[in-house]
C-alpha cells in the first residue's frame, strides 16, 4: 500500500498511528445533524464502534467513496458500529447534502460542521478521512477507506480494504492490522497536530 508520496499518482500511505493521535482520547462535542438530532463523538450505547466519516458532495474522491461508505454501513451497522458522516465544506448547500443521503441512503447522522469543530477536534487532514472510535472516546484508526481510489488513479477493486479490516479486528477486541495512513482527498487546510 506504501506509495512514493512525490509520485502523480498517490493513494494510502501508512502511517504510525501514535503520531497521528491513535490511542488518544478525543474530546466530546455535541453538533446537530441536518434532520435535528444530536450527535456526538461517541458510539450510542448499543454499539461498539463509531466511524466518523469526512465526506463532501464536491470533493471527487469524496464522491467517489459515497457509495462505499453507505455499503460499508449497511454491513457493519447490525454488528454494532455506528456512522456518523460529517461534512466540513461551507459551500455545499443543504439541498445538495439532502440528495447525497438519499441518493445513497445512508442511515447515520450526517453533520454540516462549517464551522470545523468536529473536524478540528479530530485533527482532520481531507474529505476522505475516516476515524474509528470506541466506548472509551479513544481513538482506534484513522485514515483512508480502503485503496481503491487516489489522486490520479482508480481501481476497479480496492487490493487493501483499510476500514473493513480496523473494524473487524476492533469487533473482535484485536489490534487493527493498520492504525493510521495518509486518505488521499481534498484537503482541509488544519493545522496538522493531534
Not at 447490525?78 to 456512522?83: A, E, N, Q, S, V
Not at 460542521?113 to 473536524?119: A, L, M
Not at 476515524?131 to 472516546?137: K, L, N, S, Y
Request: hydrophobic content about 35%; glycine content about 8%.
Amino acid at each position: 500500500m506504501a506509495q512514493d508520496v512525490d509520485s502523480v499518482r498517490r493513494g494510502p500511505r501508512i502511517l504510525k498511528g501514535s503520531q497521528y493521535g491513535v490511542g488518544r482520547l478525543i474530546p466530546t462535542i455535541e453538533m446537530t445533524d441536518v434532520t435535528g438530532r444530536a450527535v456526538s463523538l461517541r458510539p450510542s450505547s448499543e454499539s461498539q464502534l463509531l466511524v466518523v466519516c469526512l465526506t463532501g458532495t464536491g470533493c471527487p474522491l469524496a464522491k467517489r467513496y459515497t457509495p462505499t461508505l453507505a455499503q460499508l454501513e449497511e454491513k457493519y451497522h447490525p454488528r454494532g458500529i455506528d456512522f456518523v458522516f460529517i461534512n466540513p465544506n461551507k459551500s455545499e448547500s443543504t439541498e445538495r447534502v439532502r440528495a447525497a443521503i438519499a441518493t445513497h441512503r445512508l442511515q447515520g447522522s450526517y453533520v454540516r460542521d462549517t464551522e470545523r469543530e468536529f473536524v478540528g477536534r479530530l485533527a482532520a487532514r481531507t474529505t476522505t478521512e475516516v476515524f474509528v472510535i470506541d466506548t472509551a472516546g479513544t481513538l482506534r484508526y484513522r485514515g483512508a477507506v480502503d485503496d481503491q481510489y487516489g489522486i490520479g488513479y482508480s481501481l476497479s477493486e480496492p487490493r487493501v480494504r483499510c476500514l473493513a479490516d480496523a473494524g473487524d479486528a476492533l469487533l473482535e477486541d484485536q489490534r487493527p492490522p493498520v492504525e493510521a495512513t495518509w486518505a488521499p482527498g481534498c484537503e482541509l487546510g488544519l493545522s496538522p497536530s493531534v
